[in-house]
């Protein structure tokens, strides 16, 4: 069983940036592949990015690539998306999400999931 708690969400102005946090509860979390969501109103649940069990790896959607980087630290047992240039149509709900395998992005593949902490860009 894994449990995730994000925090680090708030309201901020188009072109600050915020630093997100998942903190895990395992004992295995060196060894799961986690991922970052997130859901606008009246949107479908969108793939940030996601990173492997050693950090070696990391993927991000077009729409973030360039702005976003995730991070872990196997010390401290979480996982970060540092948000830089942040845009008003990053507005969304962002959870974290944990899996045993790297390697994809869809959401329904990830097997634990937090819940979530609200980023709200103003124009």
């Known amino acids: 069983q894994v449990q995730l708690v994000e925090s680090g969400g708030g309201l901020v102005q188009a072109g600050d940036s915020l630093r997100l946090s998942c903190a895990a509860s395992t004992r295995t979390f060196s060894s799961i592949a986690m991922g970052w969501f997130r859901q606008a109103p009246g949107k479908e649940r969108e793939f940030v990015a996601n990173i492997n069990w050693s950090g070696s790896s990391t993927y991000y959607s077009d729409s973030v690539k360039g702005r976003f980087t995730i991070s872990r630290d196997d010390a401290k047992n979480s996982v970060y998306l540092q948000m830089n240039s942040l845009l008003p149509e990053d507005t969304a709900m962002y959870s974290c999400?944990?899996?045993?395998?790297?390697?994809?992005?869809?959401?329904?593949?990830?097997?634990?999931w937090g819940q979530g902490t609200q980023v709200t860009v103003s124009s």
């Open positions: 999400a944990a899996r045993f395998r790297y390697g994809t992005t869809l959401f329904s593949d990830y097997h634990y």
